[in-house]
């Protein structure tokens, strides 16, 4: 729970503090306090500031100065979030969000997109296990061919797994909520 008051404090601080040092201050605190390694922080940052500097470019077509704030809230605001993210696993935030009412369809939602994950990284991981193990000495051109029906065939699996999915999940709730398993 201590996570949740630093990362919201984090949120604040994005906002009033100064761009410069405000987010470089911000960053550093977000990293000591969730005691992750700095290289796996900043690598599970890398695709939000990636993001972050294509809308700030955008962006300093009208105005640089503020495009460079706007980016620079935005990487402290992404890095407070990131404290959740990488300190909590999904499961205790779900089961939070279960136990506030008008959270608990939203809890539900969260908890069946984040099965469906992965059962969608499941169904790609054997995908292509397969194909790997099927065209390990073959042309440039038949890894090419290969990954096409590697794509082809993962969505229509995937939806297979994701209607069992649902089905099951009608069938054991039968009207009422999920509940979420710490």
Same mark, same amino acid.
């Not at 099965?115 to 397969?130: F, W």
């Not at 096409?148 to 009422?176: H, M, V, W, Y």
């Given at each position: ?6 990362? !919201?404090? @984090? ?6 503090? =100064?761009?410069? =040092?405000?987010?470089? #201050?911000? #960053?550093?605190?977000?990293?000591a ?12 940052? /890398?695709?939000?500031? &990636?993001?972050? @500097?294509?809308?700030? /470019?955008?962006? &300093?077509?009208?105005? =640089?100065?503020?495009? #460079? *704030?706007? @980016?620079? +809230? *935005?990487?402290?605001?992404? *890095? *407070? ?9 999904v499961?205790?935030?779900?089961? !939070? ?17 984040h +099965? ?5 990284? $499941?169904?790609?991981? #054997?995908? $292509? ?16 061919r ?5 794509? &082809? ?5 995937? &939806? ?5 999915? $649902?089905?099951?999940?009608?069938? +054991?709730?039968? @009207?009422?909520?999920? +509940?979420?398993?710490?």
């Amino acid at each position: 729970m201590i996570q949740l008051v630093v990362a !919201l404090a @984090g949120l604040g601080l994005a906002l009033t503090l =100064p761009p410069w =040092p405000g987010a470089a #201050v911000i #960053v550093a605190a977000m990293i000591a306090v969730s005691r992750v390694s700095w290289r796996r922080w900043l690598a599970a940052l /890398a695709g939000p500031v &990636a993001f972050i @500097g294509v809308g700030s /470019a955008v962006l &300093a077509f009208d105005d =640089p100065a503020r495009a #460079v *704030s706007t @980016g620079l +809230r *935005s990487i402290a605001a992404t *890095s *407070s979030t990131m404290l959740l993210v990488l300190t909590q696993p999904v499961a205790k935030w779900l089961a !939070l969000g279960s136990r506030v009412c008008w959270l608990a369809p939203l809890a539900d939602v969260a908890l069946l997109a984040h +099965r469906l994950i992965h059962c969608l990284a $499941e169904v790609t991981r #054997v995908t $292509e296990r397969a194909q790997r193990m099927r065209l390990s000495g073959a042309t440039w051109r038949a890894r090419m061919r290969g990954a096409q029906f590697q794509a &082809a065939r993962i969505l229509p699996e995937s &939806a297979r797994r994701a209607r069992a999915l $649902e089905r099951a999940l009608d069938c +054991r709730l039968a @009207g009422k909520t999920l +509940r979420v398993m710490l």
